[in-house]
């Protein structure tokens, strides 16, 4: 927080900030150390997945309304959920959380957020939320990214049982008039897309599409603002995107379909950092994870994945060995298309780029 002293009157302001561009990131490549599943299991799209304290992995298949339980060795612990609307049943499930101070399990499907005990025992479904675009559990309150039409509400900040305690952050103000052929609801999907990630103080927005970074207080003040910059192309991308839906308005392609423009694919945090998986085209080159500062929201370091895959989500793996970077990675293999859950581990440094 940046505090302001004028005869001897204090004014509190969000601090706004931009990176050095011409500061040089220190960059490392990760190898891969384990995939899975490797023997019955197939998973028929790719996973969301989630790592509890221990480095337990939990995966969801949305065709195959299970999670399924594994160590870091790929071997299968556990598996709950069917298709259904019963209790711990599960319909088209599309994203998933774990509070790694509980345990507790949230699996997001067709009808709201359902929880599970560690052991994967069904506790309760809330059917409160709608529209969801991402959601993070944790410490007890789950922070649902859930852009609604006709409000600026951008976070909802619930409790377990689903009761609404805040709202966090806006909307990007968009002018709907200058995209016509989109209705309201989907373009502000398209415009918010993001993280939304709480560690127990602060809530912290992640913009997939212009690749900026919010931080609020739990009484919804801005606290930090960041547009991140430096690795690749990822200014250019930002510009050219505001540009699409600030000045010249988004449109439908020729078959009719709307593209879905980001910078990042997927965002999580953990212990001191924010981890943001940029895309490959960003780069010019293969998907890389920057390693955010998220008190400071520098970047401290690129961290290159292999050129073989396309990743989906990435999930830091908990290590007690300083500088000790791993991650659980959702992929497609680019050799056999397959759809994986892999161990990467940051390896070699490359230098400052």
Same mark, same amino acid.
């Given at each position: 927080m940046?505090?302001?002293?004028?005869?001897?009157?204090?004014?509190?302001?969000?601090?706004?900030?931009?990176?050095n561009?011409?500061?040089k990131?220190e960059?490392?490549?990760?190898?891969?150390t384990?995939?899975?599943?490797q023997?019955s299991?197939?998973?028929? &799209?790719?996973?969301?997945?989630?790592?509890?304290k221990?480095?337990?992995?939990?995966?969801?298949?949305?065709?195959e309304?299970?999670v399924?339980?594994?160590?870091?060795?790929?071997?299968?612990?556990?598996?709950?959920?069917?298709w259904?609307?019963?209790?711990?049943?599960?319909?088209?499930?599309?994203?998933?959380?774990?509070?790694?101070? &509980?345990?507790?399990i949230?699996?997001?499907?067709?009808?709201?957020?359902?929880?599970?005990d560690?052991?994967?025992?069904?506790?309760?479904?809330?059917?409160?939320f709608?529209?969801?675009?991402?959601?993070?559990?944790?410490?007890?309150?789950?922070?649902?990214?859930e852009?609604?039409?006709?409000?600026?509400?951008?976070?909802?900040?619930?409790?377990?049982?689903?009761?609404?305690? /805040?709202?966090?952050?806006?909307?990007?103000?968009?002018?709907?008039?200058?995209?016509?052929?989109i209705?309201p609801?989907?373009?502000?999907?398209?415009a918010?897309?993001?993280a939304?990630?709480?560690?127990?103080?602060?809530?912290?927005?992640?913009?997939?599409?212009?690749?900026?970074?919010?931080?609020?207080?739990?009484?919804?003040?801005?606290?930090?603002?960041?547009?991140?910059?430096g690795?690749?192309?990822?200014?250019?991308?930002?510009?050219?995107?505001?540009?699409?839906?600030?000045?010249k308005?988004?449109k439908?392609?020729?078959?009719?379909?709307?593209?879905?423009?980001?910078?990042?694919?997927?965002?999580?945090?953990?212990?001191?950092?924010?981890?943001?998986?940029?895309?490959g085209?960003?780069t010019?080159d293969?998907?890389?994870?920057?390693v955010?500062?998220?008190k400071?929201?520098?970047?401290?370091?690129?961290?290159?994945?292999?050129?073989?895959?396309?990743?989906?989500m990435?999930?830091?793996?908990?290590? /007690?060995?300083?500088?000790?970077?791993?991650?659980?990675?959702?992929?497609?293999?680019?050799? /056999?298309?397959?759809?994986?859950?892999?161990?990467?581990?940051?390896?070699k440094?490359?230098?400052?780029?």
């Amino acid at each position: 927080m940046k505090k302001l002293s004028v005869i001897g009157i204090c004014i509190l302001t969000p601090l706004f900030l931009w990176s050095n561009e011409s500061k040089k990131i220190e960059v490392a490549t990760a190898k891969l150390t384990a995939h899975f599943p490797q023997q019955s299991i197939y998973f028929k &799209t790719l996973p969301k997945i989630a790592v509890d304290k221990e480095g337990l992995i939990y995966a969801v298949d949305n065709r195959e309304h299970t999670v399924f339980k594994f160590n870091r060795d790929g071997e299968l612990l556990a598996n709950f959920g069917r298709w259904g609307q019963g209790p711990g049943e599960l319909q088209w499930p599309a994203n998933i959380s774990v509070d790694k101070s &509980t345990g507790l399990i949230f699996v997001k499907d067709n009808s709201g957020i359902v929880m599970y005990d560690p052991q994967g025992s069904f506790i309760r479904r809330v059917r409160t939320f709608t529209g969801i675009l991402n959601f993070d559990a944790a410490h007890g309150r789950i922070a649902v990214l859930e852009p609604i039409p006709g409000k600026q509400d951008l976070i909802g900040l619930y409790d377990y049982q689903g009761q609404r305690i /805040n709202s966090i952050g806006q909307k990007y103000d968009l002018d709907y008039s200058l995209s016509k052929e989109i209705a309201p609801g989907l373009l502000d999907r398209i415009a918010n897309d993001g993280a939304a990630l709480f560690d127990g103080n602060y809530v912290y927005y992640v913009s997939y599409l212009f690749g900026e970074i919010r931080v609020y207080d739990l009484s919804g003040l801005l606290i930090l603002e960041k547009k991140l910059s430096g690795p690749g192309n990822l200014e250019k991308y930002r510009e050219q995107y505001r540009k699409i839906f600030f000045e010249k308005g988004v449109k439908k392609n020729s078959d009719g379909t709307v593209t879905n423009w980001r910078i990042f694919g997927d965002a999580c945090l953990d212990r001191g950092y924010l981890y943001l998986l940029m895309l490959g085209y960003v780069t010019g080159d293969v998907y890389e994870v920057l390693v955010v500062d998220k008190k400071s929201l520098e970047i401290r370091e690129r961290i290159i994945l292999p050129d073989s895959i396309y990743p989906e989500m990435v999930r830091a793996m908990p290590s /007690n060995e300083k500088n000790s970077i791993s991650f659980a990675v959702s992929f497609q293999s680019k050799t /056999n298309g397959a759809f994986m859950v892999g161990i990467f581990q940051k390896y070699k440094k490359e230098g400052l780029r």
